[in-house]
């Protein structure tokens, strides 16, 4: 069944227009016809299965049939990444997607290895992963901001899992034995690594847990998919 993400509201009957990209991919791409069935969801409203109801020269009008999934809350899980190369970048934010990141972070730091990126790029990155992997929410990506003012900013109650390559941290899984669910962010550096001044600024943060992931220094995208995974499988929602 095609999942699309759309920003309308959804109620039973409500007739929804989707913007020209969409219709043409139900139409030229999936050869969708009248009546064709399909499930849309919002973030908010929960998953519904829609019907195609007209098909214009340039847009297609669905109509919400009925609640096929209600909304529930995805962990309140941010992932931090520093701004890596864009290949990379992308693949981990497709990953954290599929893995339950609520919102992704980018984080400028001292050893960045990009100054920039494409936010409109990796927010339909983020979208497509989103449909396919059947949440019903899409992670936001937020715009590059200097990892000190993340820090300087950080709310107090969102505990810090702080992959730390330096190698005295505890190993993930024992610094998340015990631990509850609730507001939590994951943090990934570049491919520099963190500096000591870094390392020292958020290793005084009350509220990190550095942490460990072996003994191998791992790629940024594979320290992402490695510490998301082990966040979920312990704490997160892959134990309902
Ligand atoms: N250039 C650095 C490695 C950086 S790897 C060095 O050689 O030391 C990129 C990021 O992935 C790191 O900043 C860290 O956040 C994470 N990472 C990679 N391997 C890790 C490990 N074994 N333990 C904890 N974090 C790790």
């Not at 209600?70 to 520093?82: H, M, S």
């Not at 969102?158 to 034995?177: H, N, S, V």
């Not at 491919?191 to 003994?215: D, H, N, Q, T």
Request: net charge neutral.
């Amino acid at each position: 069944m095609i999942r699309l993400y759309i920003p309308h509201d959804l109620a039973a009957g409500a007739e929804l227009a989707l913007d020209p990209g969409q219709s043409r991919y139900l139409t030229a791409v999936m050869r969708q016809a009248l009546g064709d069935e399909l499930l849309v969801f919002n973030g908010r409203d929960g998953e519904w299965r829609a019907a195609i109801s007209a098909i214009g020269k340039r847009a297609v009008a669905i109509r919400a049939l009925g609640l096929e999934r209600p909304q529930v809350p995805a962990p309140d899980l941010d992932l931090i990444v520093a701004l890596v190369k864009r290949g990379r970048l992308e693949t981990i934010v497709e990953k954290a997607a599929e893995l339950g990141a609520r919102r992704v972070l980018l984080a400028a730091t001292e050893r960045t290895n990009a100054d920039r990126a494409r936010i409109d790029r990796l927010a339909t990155i983020a979208m497509e992963a989103a449909e396919q992997t059947g949440r019903l929410d899409v992670p936001q990506v937020l715009e590059p901001a200097k990892l000190e003012k993340l820090v300087a900013g950080w709310e107090a109650s969102r505990r810090l899992l702080f992959c730390d390559e330096a190698g005295d941290a505890a190993p993930i899984l024992d610094a998340l034995a015990g631990q509850a669910a609730g507001p939590w962010a994951i943090l990934i550096g570049p491919e520099g690594g963190f500096s000591p001044a870094e390392r020292a600024m958020l290793r005084a943060l009350p509220c990190a847990i550095p942490v460990s992931l072996g003994p191998r220094i791992l790629r940024a995208d594979t320290a992402a998919i490695s510490a998301l995974t082990i966040w979920q499988a312990a704490i997160g929602d892959w134990r309902p």
